[in-house]
């Protein structure tokens, strides 16, 4: 079983990033944070002050939609770590992973699951289901979702996420803080 390692690339523990983070833990159980001071993560992984790109990891792809080939089921089960960067998505994206995470991984194979910026639990979902034998080309997705806040309010999060049973998977913890702050 892989561990899915999730490096946090922010200034800060963002309220979102602590979200997104918690919901991956239901999502994967072998989970480790690296490049991370805040202890509010123990109970949902494996916390690890030091930079992924510090320890000697073997048998490992970081998840960069910038990389050239697409990870593949078949070459899955030969990583045993999955490393994906903590990062906050911009719209226009960033492209923010190659230099900050991909380029100090002189050992990790690069991979991508598709070329649209997606969120970090998105990104793991998918990694897990490709680990689990699904192609890529048989996973839905859907592009930019809105996010109703009020009666006639909402907000779009400009991503790609999965489909499960024709809805995005969205954490609902995320919803509601969305709902709170009335956007983003």
């Known amino acids: 079983m892989p561990i899915y390692i999730i490096e946090h690339l922010e200034g800060k523990l963002w ?21 991370i001071k805040s202890n509010r993560l ?9 930079s992924v790109t510090q320890l000697s990891l073997k048998n490992a792809c970081v998840l960069d939609p910038a990389a050239k080939k697409t990870l593949t089921p078949e070459e899955a089960k030969t990583f045993d ?33 598709g070329k649209k910026q997606m969120s970090t639990d998105t990104a793991v979902y998918v990694v897990k289901q490709i680990v689990e034998g699904k192609k890529l080309s ?13 009666k006639h309010e909402s907000t779009t999060l400009p991503y790609r996420y999965i489909l499960i049973n024709n809805k995005p998977m969205v954490s609902k913890e995320l919803i509601l803080y969305l709902k709170k702050r009335k956007g983003f």
């Open 81 to 113: 770590f999955f490393i994906f960067g903590g990062i906050l998505g911009d719209d226009p994206p960033q492209k923010r992973t190659f230099p900050e995470l991909t380029s100090g991984l002189r050992n990790a194979e690069a991979r991508n699951i």
């Open 15 to 35: 309220e979102w990033c602590l979200i997104e983070y918690k919901h991956i833990a239901t999502i994967v159980s072998n989970l480790w944070f690296t490049n």
């Open 42 to 50: 123990k109970k949902y992984g494996k916390v690890i002050t030091k």
């Open 138 to 150: 048989d996973i839905t997705f859907k592009d930019t979702i809105e996010i109703p806040l009020g």
